[in-house]
Structures are given as C-alpha cells and as structure tokens.
C-alpha cells in the first residue's frame, strides 16, 4: 500500500541538489501511492538551520506562536520551528501550547512534511526541489480510510532525529504494542507501521545500535516488511525473512540510494555505474556519514 | 427404548468438552499422526441467515401480485470498467469449484445449468476444460496463487476474471488434491506428475498487499484489453478492510465467502476455527463500499453457506449484488444423495454426512475422478437439475421480495429484516425481533 | 515487407501500445522508448513479432508472452515476463523478484542479476540468468530449466517438482526436498543447448544439477518438519 525511498549523500558537492533528487524519486514512487506522501530531509539551512533545535509541526489551525525566541518557517501546512534550546525541549513546549497538533518530526537539522494530496502536488507545494541536505527520506501512500490525515503518513519519527518509512504491513504488532504501553509508550495513532517506529526508537534509547535495534525487530515482529530507518548521520534498510515487498539499493561512492522499485533510482546521477542489489531477508545494510 | 434413552437410564453422561466425535478425532490423530483432511465447509451451528426473519407486509408495506407485477432478478456485475460487464438474468451464480476437485461430468452439469437459467459459472484451482467453457453461457475465470493451467488463451476466452486471495473454508490456505485424484487428465493441466499429493503455495508468486494488486490487475486488464470485469475473491476474516483495498486496487466485483464455505480438501481445524461466519461478513463489506461510495458500482457477491431462496433474499438485503452457491449446487447435482446410502456405509459414512471429498471416491461421481464412478452421473441429468434448483431458490427469492412490496429483489433492504437472536442482531446489524435493538452499534462503536 | 514501428511511452498511452501489439496477425518489428519504469509493457502479446523496449520497465513486462521476441534494454521489475508461454524474452540488465513466475514455456533470459523467487512455480519454461539468483528460487519449481551462471540464495528449490536447476557458482542453501544430483550426458547436452540460446559459452562441467529428492510427492507424517 506504498512506495518508499531513501537517499543518503556521501559528497558535499551533492547536497544542494538533495530536494531535486528526493523530489524525482517521490515522484516515481506514487504510483504505488497516491493519497498522502511524507518526507524527511536533514540539513536544509531554511527549514532546520545549523545548530538549532527543531520541530516540525502540521495539523493546526494558524502558525504556532511560542515567542519571540522560537522562528516559524512555513512550508505549505507544515511549520517548521527553531530554536536555541534542544528539540527535545522545543517539542515539550510545543505539546504543552498545542497538544491537538501533530508532531510531524523533531530534532537538530531535521525537517519533516507530511501531507494529504498527490505527492507531485505536495513536492510542489513543498519547494522540495530546492531543499538541500545531506540525506532524505520519504513515503508515498495508498489511503484505505476514507478520510485520508497526515496522522497516517510516514515518516513516523519518535525520537530525535530518527525517522522510519515502511513498505508492507506486520501481523503481531497489537500485542508488541500493548508490551511498549505497558512500559510507558504513548502511541499516536492505532497505525501497524507506528508500532515499528516506536520499537525501533525504545532500542535505540536503551543504547543499542540501528543495526541490532532492526535484528532485535525482526526478531519480534512477524509480517512482510521492508523498513528504512534514518538518523542524523546514519541510513539502514532492511527487509523481513520472506521478503516479498519489494527494495532495491543503489550505491555508488558519491551516494546510496533505497527505493521500492528501481524507476525512483534511475534518474540519480551515476546510477548507471552504481553497484545495484534487492536486500537480502533480515540483513541489515547499514550506512554512516 | 432407545439407545440414548438407555444410556441415560444408567446415568451415562456425554462430555460437551471431550464428546464422541472429539475423542474419535484424538484417536484418529494418534493412530495416523496426521491432521484430518475433508471437504465441505464449517459444519458447526454458527449465526447464520436462519436467524433472522422477513417483517414482510403489513399496513403501510403493501405486497405485490404474482407474475404482473414484475419483481425484477436481473443483475448486472462489473459495469466499472469493462467493455462487456456480466448481465445475468438471477443473481445466483456457481461458485469456483476446480475440475480436479469436480469430475468433468459435473463440471459440464454446472454449465448446462447455470446457463439454462441465465447465470454464471466459474473455473477453480486447475484451469478451465473446453466441457465447462462449452456449456456455460457466462465463465468466470478464476486466477489463483498456484496458477495451475493458468494461460491468456483462456483468459481471452473468459468473461470475467476472479483474483483469488482466499476462500471461506480456509483463508491463507492453498489448493489441495490428493494423489487419488491426480489423474492423468488433471496432472496434465496442472503441470504435475501423475498420483503425487499435491503442495500449492497459498501466496501468489508475483504480488503480496494491495499496492501490487493495483499493478496486477491492470496486468489482466491490459492483456484481456480492457473486456472482462476483474473479481477479487477473499475468504471472509477481515472483510470491512479487504473490501475497502479491493476497491482502490481497482476491483469490479468483490467477492466475499464466509466460513461456511466449502471446499473439496483441506485440514478440519482450518475449516471450522479459521474465518469468520458470512452473516458477520456482509454488512462490513456493504459498509465499506458505502463509505467509498461504490456501493452497487463495484457489485458484491456473497457466498458462505447459502441454501435457499431465503437466504438469497438475505444476503441481499442486507446489501448483497448476488451471491454464489458451491456445496448446495453439488447438492442439487446428486451429492449425499439417500440412493448412495450403501455405498456411504461401505465408505465409513452415511448419506447428509459424506464430506470426505478429497478420497476421491464418491459414489455420485461429482467429486471424484475415477472414470467408473465419474460415469455414474449424467451430466444433461445434472444441469436439468441445477437449473430446477437455480429457479426454485429465485422464485423463492421473488415471493419473499414480492411480500416486502419490492418491484426488484435487490431493492430489499436492511429494514426488511429483524433478528431472532443476540448474536445474529450483532452480526447482521439488524434489530431483535419486537425490539429497536443492535447489538454493538452506537457513536463511536462497531468500525 | 517487415515494418518498424516506434512508440513513445512519453507521449503515446500504455493502452494504445499494448492494444496495437494485440492486433490479430500483427508482425513485424516495434520499439517502445521511455518506458521510464512503467508497468504492464508489451503484456499479452501472441504473435511472432520482434518488440524492443529501450528503458527501465516496472511490474510483469512481457506478461503471458506467446511466440513474440521482446528485449529489455534496461532493469525490469517484479514478475518480468511472468506467466510466458512461449516465445523469447531478454533482459540486457538485472531483474526484480518473481522473474518468469509460474511461466510454461519460452526461454527468457537475464543478463544481469535475477532477485528473489526467480522461476517461482515455474511450469516448463527455460530461465537463463547471467549473474545471481536471490533467495527461494525456483520455488514449487513444477516443470522447465534453470540455469545460473552465478550464485543461489538460500531455499534454492524449495519444494521443487519435476523441474531441473543448473548452478555454475555457489548455492547458499537447498531448499525442502533439492538435492545435488549427478550431470550425466544427457544433462551436459541440455545445458549446453540452453546456454547456447542465451548466448553464453560456458563449460558445462562447471556447473551442478540439482532436482527433487521426491521425499514429499506423498504426504507422510516422518515428513511433517518440512511443511
């Protein structure tokens, strides 16, 4: 019920042209999607500036207000704040003053849009093409409720920084969920693919790893499934023991790229000499800046 | 004093828990080491249509006259996309039974009837034979995980394609045939060696989830060049979503098989512990085509159990296009018929209980493929007696429509019918009889 | 007289493309550019033409394929000519997963790396890949010929029928009931064929055959940890 891409530089020369090329992959990908897309990018100066905490804000009324210390760029519904102060404490504030929101992403040199529409329409509305940054992630969606919300789009970022994109659908995550409530998880929604992400985000709290927190999911969560997750600086795919959703890497010394279906890698510059593979059942390809 | 009578006398008392068939079911189990294999659907009591009652005429609902005042039958399925949509004149069509399962005899008797009565046939897990494309006016095609024989000739030839991602008896189960029934004529369709048991996969090779089913079906349409309406069939277990990603993956017609479904062999505990039963499928199907607004443009059929022209009636009140029938077609043809009592008893069984389908060894030679009891059933007998049967379960179907004051039986509506128990009145959504009551319904409850 | 037609998938629908090569007694020789990743190209086509695609296809290209000769100049996606019955198909690139499921008959032939369940429940037609295979090849592999010029993944042959696997690099693991069997003549002489078809020229004692134990053509209880 969607397409995923991902899209992590290796060269400075390339990231000025990181929201070109996440745009055109999004684009490829909504075929497989057409109701609502979402995208991650880390590093773009406008949107999350250097040095500043972050929090991405959608679902609201008017442009938040949370004084004078705390800047509010507007990117079509989305609103992306920065401050001095963590995103973590940014985001605490931001829940206090607007609870009803939905919290889209937080954390340093992140922004994160998610919207209802046709993804070549939100990419528009975006200005994703002139985004810049070294990495990007983001979803395309097949809605099955008749009322579409950004609630349901991915990414689903539940920790600073970390965003998660999922292709596929688990089969035991009710009870995976009722363990993490039990142990103090809130949940934002009833969404299988949330249950991953707040997984993920609890191991990698306790201290583990990506690459362990993702064997540690695959280890518990049964289903079809191929997952990207991001940090700051880190980028790892992997696919359940079946596999039967479909992934391809590309990797080539200036960037490696992950998408659902190889038509979103053919335009990256360089692909034709890229080192091209579909990931194998619950390895975890993994790659840091 | 009877048997029964005697054994209480003596203050014999059977466990409910650990009762005759259960313990025969362990010592089976022990014995053999095997699970148990049959046929048919769930043979347990469940909520079923049994359980709810037409409110008919009365002071403000007038009925209507037999023969002049028309109540229409007529139904039109997959008219969303295909030049040439089904236009059957019942909405009472023959559910996908495989030739392998079914012998040729019985599978020529299917087509001869259904299109006598001006209905639909469809292919199973095996391929369609020239009998069956020969003598049904209206084939559908059915397109299943294991693609036993399937090819585009005879997807060209087809008037309708069925996507089959599971049945009622056993949702998430493959095809299965037994060695016995591996016969030349069937190994040769199917790509398999004479007298193996055969392994199917239950998953389709080439798509998993509804984002590959969009791509799919758009592979059919463009290879059969946009002609013949795409079914999706699912075995009722979750029905309120999979209807819903059938239809944004472009489904015509959806069709939906309860529990009571039957099938020709499969494990008993998939049968009777897996899927939910068809009352309590049909209204989350119809709920969720009402809220993509394409309820009667993408068409429901739904079949589970389906016995009479009440329980046609039923189904389609309660939102229903038409529904299709399996095990009581087989019934109409001859099976379990009293005048093979002998022969049940030869087989360790008895007429109105013979299941055991997958042994190939039915002495009414429908779901058999040994040639000698094959040729016991007449095919010209058997679709003469479909069709007797098709008519009976549509006038049925009319007289009770024409009670309801309707000019056609799909203008019957939830609102004709009441419920006689708390369970039925859940699953169905309708109210218990003498009261305004649904059970489970209310803001914020139900889906 | 043989013509050249040339489609562009740009400017000229998928619809219009697939309906031209369905035109009973079509022949002769077509191009489509700018697939661009699309799906469904060149589906359904019965007739002996000649069909080049130059470009990256999506889902199922060349589906249900009778008689044509289709090349692929670029990567094809999941199911490429899935479901063929006869005829050729070529792709000069990889392939996604499920690459000629549950086909009959016809050769097709991958130039680069197959990805997972390559010849899934194939039912008589020959495969030739020129690289690797991914995991649960040949899966419920009923009739036909595989051939692997590289390496297996893991379950190579799970469940196999009656269809025959050649392997000239190494095979991960052996699914339920695949097993090494022996190359005799008759066995060299068909790979030879095969390679030859595909154009490749390999020696064929490189290579391992593999095939059904035919432990579980019955089902028997000793049996029951393989299901």
Redo the contacts between chains.
Sequence with gaps: MCGIVGLHLRTPELYPRLGELLSGMLGEMSDRGADSAGVAVYGDPVWSPPGRGCVSVTDIAAAPDLGSDVDVVQVDSTYQLSSDVSSEVLLERVRLSYPDALIAGFGADLAVLKGVGHPRSLTDAWGLAKAQGWQGVGHTRMATESAVTPSGCHPYTVGPQQCLVHNGSFANHATIRRDLRRAGVVFDSENDTEVGARFVAQQLAAGRDVETALKELCATFDGFYTLLVSNHDSFAVVRDAIACKPAVIAETTEWVAMASEYRALSELPGVESAKIWEPEPEVVYAWTR | MTASDDRARRGLRESATFDRPTIAAIQRAAETGIYDIRGWGAKRPLPHFDDLLFLGASMSRYPLEGYRERCGTDVVLGDRHAKHPLHLDIPVTIAGMSFGALSGPAKEALGRGASEAGTSTTTGDGGMTPEERGQSKNLVYQYLPSRYGMNPDDLRKADAIEIVLGQGAKPGGGGMLLGQKISPRVAGMRTLPEGIDQRSACRHPDWTGPDDLTIKINELREITDWEKPIYVKVGATRTYYDVKLAVHAGADVVVVDGMQGGTAATQDVFIEHVGIPTLAAIPQAVQALQELDVHRKVQLIVSGGIRNGADVAKALALGADAVAIGTAALIALGDNHPRYEAEYEKLGSAAGFYDDFQDGRDPAGISTQDPELAARFDPIEGGRRLANYLRVLTMEAQTIARACGKAHVTHLEPEDLVAVTIEAAAMARVPLAGTEWIPGRGPGAGL | MDTLVRYDLRTTP??EV??AL?KPGVTGEFVIDHP??A??VA??V?APARVTVNG?V???AA??N?QAEIVING?A???VA??M?SGTVRVNG?A???AG??A?GGLLVIEG?A???CG??M??VDIVVGGDI???SA??A??GRLVVRGNA??ALGD?I??ARIYVRGAVASLGADCVKKDMRPEHHAELAELLAAAGFTDETSEYTRYGSARN??????DN?ASY
């Design positions: 998928l619809r697939n309906t369905h661009d990743g799906h469904n589906v359904g019965n990256h999506g889902y199922y589906g249900m009778q990567n996606g999941t199911g899935e479901n019955m990889n996604s997963q499920s499921a549950t009959h790396d990805a997972a369940r899934i429940s039912k008589g991914g995991h649960m899966f419920m009923q009739a993944g893991e469940s029928y009656e579980l053509y019955h089902f028997h209880v029951s």
